[in-house]
């Protein structure tokens, strides 16, 4: 969602929802800031024209309100309008950075760089910490990061054109509205939560369909780079596996790549009762549906070589599991 003058938490940004939208909207807030450079004779002329420009900055203040609401919402379609207005009433450095990343956010390539830009000419520049935020937006676009003279928007008031061009120099944030430093440039989060994650599973052995089912459960560690470790206790005959792999990306759905080690002290679906080791690879796919929820659910199939049995040959049975995982980041 839009960004906050203050820290919250900060989504996963592998996709535009990451945290450069978030720092645009600050600097949004920041970039619709009232001058703070004082005069040394304030006259009856200075104080009215200070009154007017208050004006358009205090009107586009209320339309960014208006827009992070509906960003909050989802409506980043219609947030698009109302920044568009906050532009043409206080034209800056950081509402055109806040438009660039709406745009991103939606998938409009072009006409985010094309924001991020203009951004980067506007008289009203964007404080150096914005500027960075939009260096690193246009490198990730692949994009030139070279400046533009800024075009004013279809309906951009002359006047508030006109005081850009010519305080934009001078322009510092208000005490009052400036987001503190650290909620302006918060560190990107990890595209993947770590943490200590718990599993339910059923499972089938597509070996032995008419008997060889049961349920699982599993207690690991994932780590904010994809890698994971867990032992798993399964049943109804009791195994006991330890799984390290991967799971690739931070897309919606992810493959998943690992190999276990499993000891049933019964051979599972044996008559024999001696004990078994199994071990070999294991493949699947995870599914990561919420982005705020760290619940996540996975189907794999395993090849599971029966090491004791070697002498009788290439001995395997084929689990299916399906899951569902919890992390407690």
């Known amino acids: 969602m839009l960004g906050r003058s203050a820290s919250s938490s ?3 940004l592998a996709d535009p929802r990451s945290g450069i939208l978030r720092c645009a909207l600050v600097a949004l807030l920041t970039g619709l800031a009232a001058p703070a450079a004082a005069q040394p004779e304030a006259t009856t ?7 007017d420009d208050a004006a358009p900055r205090d009107r586009a203040l209320a339309l960014y309100s208006a827009a992070r609401t509906l960003d909050g919402q989802g409506r980043t379609e219609d947030a698009i ?6 532009y043409r009433l206080y034209p800056s450095g950081g509402v055109r950075f806040a438009l660039g990343a709406l745009h991103e956010r939606l998938g409009h390539r072009d006409e985010a760089v094309r924001h991020y830009r203009m951004a980067l000419g506007e008289p009203r520049a964007p404080r150096p910490e914005v500027a960075r935020q939009i260096a690193e937006a246009l490198t ?11 075009e004013p928007l279809p309906g951009t008031e002359p006047e508030a054109a006109e005081v850009a061009a010519t305080d934009g120099a001078a322009e510092a944030p208000a005490e009052d509205l400036e987001a503190p430093a650290e909620a302006q440039t918060p560190p990107p989060p990890p595209a993947i939560a770590s943490g200590l994650r718990l599993s339910a599973t059923v499972f089938a052995d597509l070996t032995h369909v008419g008997s060889a089912w049961g349920a699982a459960g599993a207690i690991g560690w994932v780590f904010d780079v994809g890698a994971f470790v867990e032992l798993e206790l399964n049943g109804p ?3 006991a596996v330890l799984t390290g792999g991967v799971e690739i990306g931070d897309w919606l759905v992810r493959p998943i790549a690992a190999a276990f080690v499993a000891v049933s002290p019964l051979r599972t679906f044996d008559d024999d009762a001696s004990a078994a080791v199994l071990v070999g690879p294991r493949l699947g796919a995870a599914l990561h549906p919420f982005d705020e929820l760290p619940l996540s659910f ?14 009788e040959g290439f001995v395997f049975t084929v689990p299916l599991a399906l899951g569902v995982r919890w992390v407690f980041a």
């Open 10 to 12: 900060v989504p996963s």
């Open 45 to 51: 002329e200075d104080a009215e024209e200070t009154r």
């Open 81 to 86: 309008p109302l920044a568009e207005e906050a």
């Open 140 to 150: 990730r676009l692949g994009a030139d990061p070279t400046p533009l003279e800024p």
């Open 237 to 239: 005959h009791f195994t």
């Open 298 to 311: 996975a189907l794999s199939a395993s090849l599971a070589i029966d090491l004791t049995r070697a002498g």
